[in-house]
């Protein structure tokens, strides 16, 4: 279960040549030997999505292997558009961040994230492995974009500790996150 957020779907279908529209995107994948079961569950799934306000035209499955492969592009190749897609000369640095939190708070974290990075004047690409409370938010940027950069950074983990949450989710700790550690626990 991944997410892309609209900015994400923006990156990677100026990259990767996909079509998929610009809006925050949840990718499911179901696995099993029946086709006809996974159909159903894929049915019931998408029953759900509508009843929490998605778009029932924006709801697709992938009946085979190379249909899935070309939506699971988008998702796979995310860190690399947000290299690339804004077009500068040699690409793009990227911040690659790394925080968790609970479920009950992950969609107001992630809306906060985009938030945050509008508000200082950054693009805010989400990649996340949304079942979880994972979420990693990768932000092109230029050496000229640093003071902004750091800004975004401790306002992500301050918000993610605000919300029950932790200051890595998955990538480790490291120098950059020393003090939040202290702080979390």
């Not at 099993?32 to 079961?37: I, K, L, M, P, V």
């Not at 009946?63 to 690399?80: H, I, Q, S, T, V």
């Not at 640095?93 to 968790?100: A, E, G, N, P, Q």
Request: charged share 25%.
């Amino acid at each position: 279960c991944e997410l892309l957020n609209a900015d994400g779907i923006e990156a990677t279908n100026a990259i990767f040549k996909t079509s998929l529209p610009c809006e925050p995107t949840l990718f499911l994948e179901m696995r099993g030997t029946d086709s006809e079961q996974m159909r159903r569950d894929f049915d019931t799934v998408a029953e759900l999505a509508v009843a929490q306000g998605c778009a029932r035209d924006q709801i697709s499955f992938a009946n085979d292997a190379a249909e899935l492969d070309d939506k699971w592009e988008a998702r796979r190749g995310c860190n690399l558009a947000a290299r690339r897609y804004r077009g500068i000369k040699g690409g793009d640095r990227v911040l690659t961040t790394d925080v968790c939190v609970p479920l009950k708070n992950l969609a107001k974290c992630v809306a906060g994230a985009e938030a945050i990075a509008k508000g200082v004047g950054l693009k805010c690409i989400i990649c996340a492995h949304i079942a979880d409370g994972n979420f990693h938010c990768m932000i092109p940027y230029q050496i000229a974009d640093m003071p902004k950069v750091h800004e975004f950074g401790e306002k992500l983990i301050d918000q993610a500790l605000e919300n029950e949450g932790t200051v890595s989710g998955e990538h480790g700790v490291g120098i950059g996150k020393i003090a939040h550690s202290c702080c979390e626990h």
